[in-house]
């Protein structure tokens, strides 16, 4: 088996205020709440990490290719059924991921996507 190389860490601990932890990567603090709460959730956190790998890694694949890539937009949405038992509500029954991209034909724009998917 290959070695493996640590890519990435982040931790979060208590506040002792409820539904509310601070989160940390490398020197960076922020706060991530229970859903509902005034602060981000960390639902919609975890949301936007998936929005900014397809951004940044597609815009890097387009730059390496040669591909005119202008501009991206990357929204992604979770659904919960809310009539699941309490303990089945924390889980996702539908991720939706919508990319839209400028100045790509769609030739090269469904190319990348696929790519994306693939890591």
Known sequence: MAELTL???????????????ICNAR?????????????VGA???FMSGI???????????????EIP???MDVSVEAYRDMDAQPAE???YEDIRI??????VDDRDGEALVDTWKRR
């Open 7 to 21: 890519a990435y860490a982040a931790r979060s601990y208590s506040t002792g205020t409820l539904g509310r932890s």
């Open 27 to 39: 020197n960076h603090h922020w706060v991530a709440d229970d859903s509902g709460g005034e602060e």
């Open 43 to 45: 639902g919609e956190l």
């Open 51 to 65: 929005s900014a790998c397809a951004v940044n890694m597609i815009e890097r694949l387009a730059a390496e290719g």
């Open 69 to 71: 890539l202008d501009w």
């Open 89 to 91: 509500r924390t889980l």
């Open 98 to 103: 919508h990319l839209k991209m400028w100045g």
